[in-house]
C-alpha cells in the first residue's frame, strides 16, 4: 500500500478543505494510506503530522481556510530546509507527496525532487489564479465572488454620496481578479498591470482626471485597482486625485477578506475533481507521460484534466490575455 502525504503552503485559498478531502477518500478507496502534514514545508521539516481518515475530512469542504494549516516556509528556499524535508519523507516511508498552493508551493516540489525520488504532485490553488497548466485556480472563484459584494457595496456608499472610490484588489502581480470584479461591478475604471506600467503612470493618471470629470457628474465613479501597481501604493493614487479640488476620493483597501469564507460551488467542484485526479496519477488511471520522480501539476483546461510539468508551469506566466484587454478597452481608464 501507497503512504501519501499531503499539505497546503502558501496564502490559503478557499476550496483547499475539499481537495484534502477529495485526496483522502480517493486515496483510502485505492487502499492507500493518507497524512496530513501541518504548516505546509514545516510540517513536514518538524515532521508534524496527522493520519487522515474518513471522520478527519467530514464537514469541511465548506469551511474556507486549510483544516491543515498553511505557511510561507523560508526554510524551503536554503538546501538546509530541503534536505531536512526530503530526509523527513524518507524515514517516514511516504511514497507520495501532493501539494496544495501557489507557484512557491510549486517551486517547492522542483527543490525536493533534486533530494528524494519519490512521487511529486501539485495542485494549483491560489486566489490570484497566476499559474498556468490550468484555466483557474482553486480559490479564485470564490475570491472574485467575495470582491465582487463587497464592491456592491461600495458603489452604494458611493452613489449616496457621489463620490469617487478607489478599491484595491488582491492578485499579487497580475490583473485575474482586478478584471473580474471590475467587470462583474461595472467599475468605471480598471487599473491592472495589463494597462498600466511604471512608464504610463502619469498618462493613466490624465486619462483618469479626465473621465472623472466627464463622467462623476452622473454620479458614483468606482476604480478598480490592482495591488502592488502604484508607484507610492493605492494611498498615492488617492493623494493625486483629492489634490484636484474637484474630486473628493475615498480608498477600500479588501485585503485578507478576499482570501477567507466559504468556498463558492465552482471552487469545491474544482478542488474536488483536481483532488481525485490527483490520486488518479498515482494509482495511474491518468497517465502523466513523464518520469515518476518528475513533479507534475494536475489543472483543468477547458473542461479536461490535464498534468502538466512542474518545471514547465513555472516556466510560462498566465497574465490576463491581452485579447481579453483590449476587448475590454472600454471599461479601463484609458479611453
Ligand atoms: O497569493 C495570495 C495573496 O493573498 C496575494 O494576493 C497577496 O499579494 C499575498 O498573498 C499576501 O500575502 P500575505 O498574506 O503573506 O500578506
Redesign the pocket.
Known sequence: TKRIAVLTS??DAPGMNSAIRAITLSALSSGFQCFGFFHGYNGLINQEYTELNTDSVTDITQLGGTILKSA?CPAMLGPSGVLQAANALRKLHIDVLIVIG?DGSLKGLQVLAEHWQGQLVGIPA???NDLSGCDNTIGFSTAINTATSAIDKIRDTANAFERVFITEV???HNGHIAYHVGIATGAEAIISFENCTAENTSQVLAHLKNAIKHQHQHGSFLIILA??LWPGGAQALQTELNNNADINCALCVLG?IQ?GGAPSVEDRMLATELGVAAVEVINGNIKANTDVATPVMVGKIHGAIVVTEVEKVLNMEKPVSQEWVQRYQHYLAER
Open positions: 502558501g496564502g510561507r501557489g491560489t486566489i490570484d488582491m492578485g499579487r495591488e502592488n485578507h482570501r
